[in-house]
């Protein structure tokens, strides 16, 4: 303990921050550097410590375990030579003082040159745990199995294109996701997970089923291509751009962030596979490398599995070269070579007399957002098929399409011209168009916030008893005009949806473009207090060099010895001036003095705090005289 205290007070800010970042406790425990050594030798604390090591750490930690004196000193070749009794490969030795620096940046040792120091806590925890949860120390240091040499002889031009099709079908449901999103946004239950009809519909547009829907929902959402706003899902502003990118941006973006959440430790040794580390299977090579394992590691290796199989990273469990690639950085590589098994995208369609757009083949982003705007899709897939309906041609009218604007985009995509029942269809669209008009209400017509209006008293009367509409609580008030209490651009969109040729206008009577596709803005987060910056500077108040902060460390010194029954050597000044050392086991602290039993001389002392100049450990034995 006291080793340790003396090592944190020692240690600049910014490394003692960074060292902390890498252990698990509760800092709003912290009052002063004991505290902080108490903690970091809690039992909860040196388990989660211990269950993050790897393989040659821990082996390294269980020799120094061994061959450590009774107050947790060692010299670093004592650790080296037990590493080699026990069998280690000669790089496993070698690394010893490399692993032990590790080891100390993480706070699980006290490194002192040539010597080092384990706790009592992580001691005790690690010699309980190992033959038991943890292999023993021979198992530690003991080399890897021989990994089989594969002679299967498989193509592996076979897996990359497996590989190449997973991934192709991830981006197009995640753009249909998107695509569903942009037409109407989901809802957010207050208990978590979509609400049932949102996610049915969303399963039912990309053609998963609703099982499937969440992980994929989920791959958006940690993308940042979707995000909530209040208690509905939205497209966001990046998802929106990551829309509009050809196949491969698509897949590259996808591929960053899948790299980017897995925590490091796993990223180094997924990199390093094609080296073979012990078993033939990937997940026993990393529950070999990480024996402490636990939730952290089954949680991240099954998402790190799940997401590079969709990804196209890895077939079976195992990683294929594309994934070794993304985690090598080399995302451009990876791409590439991916990419030679993406199907063609194309830029011309089949538009039919039936009313349907056939595209042989994916269409490229942008012309495949622009058709949507004015048709709907009936099937997905590698050829996708649209269709034109009034309702879908009016949709695009409120949007700020014009029929001259539609028919020229057709005819520059259309291998086959514009047939002319299209044309006849989108002629009459448009001269329906906003027949049926939506404007805010007067203030003198409160509670009602929107009106409809339309020159054909026909229509009113229709959308007045249309069940359809029941929802939005129309009210006839003249034989061209219906009042609602709903907003004007929920009672628009009700009425487009309901197939009525619907026009927003604005309190002068011109129409208002209006498109139902709303982006999220991903909201800056606001800034949260750093947990460990307030340790630190809880840490640095009570140990600001001040007399009576000196004293209150040394009191904190002895207090801990006397907790664990540890042995000190304790400098006390004389009245002439001088210094003398005794060999003491403190008993208590109090009113500012020390009682304790002197080791040599077998009788109890009490020292005025004030005369103690220093306190350090005593010498290996000294606690057996």
């Known amino acids: 303990m006291l080793e340790l205290a003396a090592r944190l007070r020692a240690l600049p800010r910014a490394t003692l921050a960074d060292a902390l970042s890498t252990r698990e406790f509760e800092p709003s425990s912290v009052r002063d550097l004991f505290d902080l050594a108490e903690a970091l030798v809690a039992h909860d604390s040196v388990d989660a410590a211990l269950d993050r090591l790897d393989r040659p750490r821990l082996a390294v930690l269980a020799a120094l375990v061994a061959v450590a004196d009774d107050a947790g000193w060692s010299p670093v070749a004592g650790v080296r030579a037990e590493l080699v009794r026990l069998g280690a490969a000669s790089d496993l030795s070698e690394a010893t003082p490399a692993l032990l620096e590790r080891l100390d940046r993480s706070l699980l040792v006290v490194l002192d040159g040539e010597r080092v120091h384990v706790p009592g806590g992580v001691r005790a925890r690690l010699v309980a745990r190992l033959g038991t949860d943890l292999p023993d120390a021979a198992e530690l240091a003991a080399p890897a199995p021989p990994v089989p040499v594969g002679s299967d002889g498989a193509d592996r031009s076979l897996l990359e294109r497996h590989a190449a099709e997973t991934a192709y079908a991830t981006i197009a449901a995640t753009a249909e996701v998107l695509a569903g999103l942009a037409a109407q946004p989901a809802r957010e239950l207050a208990k978590g997970g979509l609400a049932l009809p949102d996610a049915k519909r969303l399963a039912e547009a990309v053609g998963m089923p609703l099982e499937a829907l969440p992980r994929l929902f989920q791959r958006a959402v940690e993308a940042g291509l979707v995000v909530r706003d209040g208690s509905v899902w939205l497209e966001s502003e990046g998802g929106a751009a990551w829309a509009l990118l050809d196949t491969v941006g698509?897949?590259?973006?996808?591929?960053?962030?899948?790299?980017?959440?897995?925590?490091?430790?796993?990223?180094?040794?997924?990199?390093?596979?094609?080296?073979?580390?012990?078993?033939?299977?990937?997940?026993?090579?990393?529950?070999?490398?990480?024996?402490?394992?636990?939730?952290?590691?089954?949680?991240?290796?099954?998402?790190?599995?799940?997401?590079?199989?969709?990804?196209?990273?890895?077939?079976?469990?195992?990683?294929?070269?594309?994934?070794?690639?993304?985690?090598?950085?080399?995302?451009?590589?990876?791409?590439?070579?991916?990419?030679?098994?993406?199907?063609?995208?194309?830029?011309?369609?089949?538009?039919?007399?039936?009313?349907?757009?056939?595209?042989?083949?994916?269409?490229?982003?942008?012309?495949?957002?622009?058709?949507?705007?004015?048709?709907?899709?009936?099937?997905?897939?590698?050829?996708?098929?649209?269709?034109?309906?009034?309702?879908?041609?009016?949709?695009?009218?409120?949007?700020?399409?014009?029929?001259?604007?539609?028919?020229?985009?057709?005819?520059?995509?259309?291998?086959?011209?514009?047939?002319?029942?299209?044309?006849?269809?989108?002629?009459?669209?448009?001269?329906?168009?906003?027949?049926?008009?939506?404007?805010?209400?007067?203030?003198?017509?409160?509670?009602?916030?929107?009106?409809?209006?339309?020159?054909?008293?026909?229509?009113?009367?229709?959308?007045?008893?249309?069940?359809?509409?029941?929802?939005?609580?129309?009210?006839?008030?003249?034989?061209?005009?219906?009042?609602?209490?709903?907003?004007?651009?929920?009672?628009?969109?009700?009425?487009?949806?309901?197939?009525?040729?619907?026009?927003?206008?604005?309190?002068?009577?011109?129409?208002?473009?209006?498109?139902?596709?709303?982006?999220?803005?991903?909201?800056?987060?606001?800034?949260?207090?750093?947990?460990?910056?307030?340790?630190?500077?809880?840490?640095?108040?009570s140990a600001d060099g001040s007399p009576g902060t000196e004293q209150a460390w040394l009191a904190r010194q002895l207090e801990a010895a006397a907790r664990s029954k540890e042995t000190l050597t304790v400098t006390v000044r004389m009245p002439g001036g001088d210094t003398a050392d005794y060999l003491l086991a403190p008993a208590s602290v109090a009113n500012g003095r020390l009682r304790a039993r002197d080791r040599k001389a077998d009788i109890e002392r009490t020292l005025p705090l004030s005369a103690i100049a220093a306190v350090a450990p005593a010498p290996p034995g000294a606690a057996d005289r």
């Open 250 to 541: 698509r897949w590259r973006r996808l591929a960053e962030c899948w790299r980017d959440r897995i925590p490091a430790a796993l990223r180094e040794l997924v990199g390093r596979r094609s080296d073979g580390l012990s078993a033939s299977s990937f997940r026993d090579d990393v529950t070999w490398y990480y024996p402490g394992g636990g939730r952290w590691l089954e949680e991240g290796l099954e998402r790190l599995i799940d997401d590079a199989e969709a990804l196209g990273l890895a077939v079976a469990g195992e990683p294929v070269e594309t994934g070794r690639l993304v985690l090598a950085g080399d995302d451009a590589g990876a791409a590439t070579r991916l990419a030679q098994y993406f199907p063609h995208q194309v830029d011309r369609v089949y538009v039919q007399h039936d009313l349907s757009i056939v595209s042989p083949g994916p269409l490229e982003p942008g012309l495949d957002s622009r058709l949507r705007g004015f048709a709907e899709v009936e099937a997905r897939d590698l050829a996708s098929s649209y269709r034109v309906t009034a309702a879908s041609v009016n949709r695009a009218l409120a949007a700020g399409e014009t029929a001259e604007s539609i028919r020229a985009f057709l005819t520059e995509v259309s291998l086959t011209g514009i047939p002319q029942p299209l044309d006849y269809l989108i002629g009459e669209a448009s001269s329906r168009f906003g027949s049926v008009r939506v404007a805010a209400a007067d203030a003198g017509e409160a509670p009602a916030r929107a009106v409809v209006r339309s020159d054909d008293a026909h229509i009113v009367g229709t959308l007045a008893v249309d069940q359809a509409l029941s929802s939005l609580g129309l009210r006839q008030v003249g034989p061209h005009r219906l009042l609602s209490r709903f907003a004007p651009d929920v009672v628009f969109w009700a009425l487009s949806d309901a197939r009525y040729p619907v026009a927003a206008e604005d309190g002068d009577g011109a129409i208002v473009r209006l498109r139902r596709h709303r982006v999220a803005h991903v909201p800056t987060p606001a800034p949260r207090p750093d947990p460990i910056e307030a340790l630190l500077d809880r840490v640095a108040e």
